[in-house]
T-cell receptor, first 109, second 115 residues
């Protein structure tokens, strides 16, 4: 049983479209992180959210942490081929981090 | 070094053989993590080292898996009597002090294939 669920599992869109991916849990997390992973590389941190209801923007990416700190979303505006990759959410759990299974995004030119 | 370094980048071995995977964390980082990523999956926690504290081994899947961290720096993950289900990418990450809001820096991983 996964502590963190992510949806959709796969997403293929055209360049210029908007999209939202989700990270959900039945557990409360003190913080959530979003990572992007490209083939053959390790994940790279995009953002950390720590406060319920928090919204963070990183250029075309908008991250939101749910009020109850059980879920998070990542919205990408005007997606570009460079956004292609595996998007992982990770929650602080005990002394380490648990990861969701990821959303694999493909942005077609 | 500039980033987390893992070696080898690829390892092909025969079922039943032992393998050692190495991780060089970023200099000065006290926390070190090992994760496993099966094809198309998320990351599965294996083990966590923080300074001189006893490691958190709660994620190790069996007693065939072990890890050590010498001198608070380099870490080695050892898998004994490898099985085909051990095939995966093994990722190492480090962070400055290991707090729960810390940024994890990942290496590029070791792709392990057990034939």
């Amino acid at each position: 049983t996964q502590l963190l669920e992510q949806s959709p599992q796969f997403l293929s869109i055209q360049e210029g479209e908007n999209l939202t991916v989700y990270c959900n849990s039945s557990s409360v997390f003190s913080s959530l992180q979003w990572y992007r992973q490209e083939p053959g590389e390790g994940p790279v941190l995009l953002v950390t959210v720590v406060t319920g209801g928090e919204v963070k923007k990183l250029k075309r990416l908008t991250f939101q942490f749910g009020d109850a700190r059980k879920d998070s979303s990542l919205h990408i505006t005007a997606a570009q081929p460079g956004d292609t990759g595996l998007y992982l959410c990770a929650g602080a759990w005990g002394q380490n981090f648990v990861f969701g299974p990821g959303t694999r995004l493909s942005v077609l030119p | 070094g500039a980033g987390v370094s893992q070696s080898p980048s690829n390892k092909v071995t025969e079922k039943g053989k032992d393998v050692e995977l190495r991780c060089d964390p970023i200099s000065g980082h006290t926390a070190l993590y090992w994760y496993r990523q099966s094809l198309g999956q998320g990351l599965e926690f294996l083990i966590y080292f923080q300074g001189n504290s006893a490691p958190d081994k709660s994620g190790l899947p069996s007693d065939r898996f072990s890890a050590e961290r010498t001198g608070g720096s380099v870490s080695t993950l050892t898998i004994q009597r490898t099985q085909q289900e051990d095939s995966a990418v093994y990722l190492c990450a480090s962070s400055l002090v290991g707090g729960l809001n810390e940024k994890l820096f990942f290496g590029s991983g070791t792709q392990l294939s057990v034939l």
